[in-house]
């Protein structure tokens, strides 16, 4: 474990220092940073003086090497727009972001797990084929579509009059079809519960989940049909294997050999992917934020990059990056805790 956990420090901190090499180039090329700061009353030998006092005169090795210095410190530089230190901004509006993936995470738990199992369990089944369809479908639907879908439906309501409304069927298949809508589609709502500091959550109130509804199931379109083929491809594989079919020659029952045995197998490689896409969940919160406005860290650098808030935009790369890397090292440890033939070293034993 203590290799293990070396090992994987020397690689995030190399992972980290590329990407403190990408954030800083990308700071340097998206131009002067006192044009942002200085308006176009101060004098030539004025900013030469801010810039002098700045350090934008220096060699760039001496300004990376200064960059990544305060990084260590947590120091990412002031926001232009907010005047205050970015990560105190960040983390702000990191809850609501977490919030978000957590809800969408659970959505994805709850019926990828199911889903995937009966459809590898029966996939001759009709809904076994519809379920595969429709998953089909989902990935190839972008999720600002499925969240403009979501909220036209559910928020807005929508009235169907497809069917003749002098026939008896047709007046139930309009009324069944049309929905009245009422679920907030705007924001996290003012119901919030206080955890510690500033940090607040809307996981205890009945506004908070009534906002988190719609853009968590938007978020979730995303990965949801991934998993649920992800989860029957390899289920059906591990029940093909020789020790299911000796289980199986044993006696044991089909549930505990589905459950037990062929399940818990599935899940090793649906781990190490869940693991990397819930990463990449927060990077595509961007689109659902801005749809709905959840006030999270992805409308917060989309309005950074309108802005042109240069410290705020390479802070959210440093921040997004390290979630990566702590999300890839946990997802290592749980993949050696659940399946104990393999070493976290990589070998098996």
Do not use: C
């Amino acid at each position: 474990m203590l290799a293990f956990l070396v090992q994987r420090i020397s690689q995030a901190v190399l992972v980290m220092f590329v990407i403190s090499v990408i954030a800083f180039a990308i700071q340097d090329g998206l131009g002067d940073p006192l044009q942002q700061m200085v308006g176009m009353s101060v004098s030539q030998d004025e900013r030469e003086a801010i810039r002098e006092e700045m350090g934008l005169n220096d060699p760039l090795v001496v300004q990376y090497v200064r960059f990544a210095g305060n990084a260590l410190q947590g120091d990412l530089g002031i926001s232009y727009f907010y005047g205050k230190p970015t990560m105190d901004v960040i983390l702000e509006h990191l809850p609501a972001t977490l919030e978000l993936v957590i809800g969408a995470s659970l959505i994805i738990i709850i019926f990828s797990v199911p889903i995937g199992v009966f459809a590898a369990i029966r996939p001759q089944a009709w809904l076994s084929k519809f379920f595969m369809g429709v998953s089909t479908v989902g990935i190839s639907i972008p999720v600002f579509l499925t969240a403009i879908v979501l909220i036209q439906i559910f928020s807005i309501g929508v009235t169907v009059d497809w069917f003749p409304q002098d026939a008896g069927w047709g007046q139930w298949l309009n009324a069944a079809l049309s929905t009245e809508g009422g679920l907030p589609s705007y924001g996290r709502g003012d119901d919030l519960t206080p955890l510690f500091g500033t940090w607040e959550s809307g996981f205890f109130s009945q506004g908070g989940l009534l906002h988190l509804i719609l853009p968590s199931v938007s978020l979730a379109s995303i990965m949801l049909p991934l998993f649920i083929r992800l989860i029957r491809a390899e289920m059906m594989e591990v029940l093909q294997s020789d020790y299911i079919r000796y289980a199986r020659a044993k006696g044991l029952s089909s549930s505990r050999v589905y459950f037990l045995h062929a399940l818990k197998n599935t899940m090793l490689p649906v781990i190490t992917v869940g693991g990397v896409q819930i990463g990449i969940m927060v990077a595509y919160t961007i689109l659902t934020e801005t749809v709905f406005q959840w006030p999270g860290v992805g409308l917060m650098f989309l309005e950074a990059i309108t802005r042109s808030d240069i410290p705020l935009i390479v802070a959210y790369l440093m921040v997004v990056g390290l979630i990566f890397v702590i999300t890839n090292t946990v997802v290592d440890l749980i993949y050696g805790l659940v399946n104990p033939t393999v070493k976290l070293t990589g070998k098996k034993a």
